[in-house]
């Protein structure tokens, strides 16, 4: 099983940019794809973006498409998610998945 260990929350105003990173340990992050979610207070979690082993695909929930980015370093073992043009509905704490793992997650505020 993979362990990921999610940074890079805060707090920011909307408009605004962050970028979250997921380091990966304990088996081969290369032949896997990644994925990140969200949960918002009182809500479902949900998908934000995925992203193939090779990071040559990928996909995103039609709310963030055009603003976040997600991408990955397999040499150094972590999936990154870029956020621009933040809104404050995109406040959620942002969790990073392979599989069955799950990391525990980084708040994201976006708050003027």
């Known amino acids: 099983q993979v362990q990921l260990v999610e940074s890079g929350g805060g707090l920011v105003q909307p408009g605004g940019s962050l970028r979250l990173s997921c380091a990966a340990s304990g088996r081969t992050f290369s032949r896997y794809a990644m994925n990140w979610f969200r949960q918002a207070p009182g809500k479902d979690r949900e998908f934000v973006a995925a992203?193939?082993?090779?990071?040559?695909?990928?996909n995103y929930a039609d709310s963030v498409k055009g603003r976040f980015t997600i991408s990955r370093d397999n040499a150094k073992n972590t999936v990154y998610l870029q956020m621009n043009s933040l809104k404050p509905e995109d406040t959620a704490v942002y969790y990073c998945?392979?599989?069955?793992?799950w990391g525990q997650g980084t708040q994201v505020t976006v708050s003027s």
């Open positions: 992203i193939s082993w090779s990071g040559s695909s990928t």
């Open positions: 998945n392979e599989g069955h793992s």
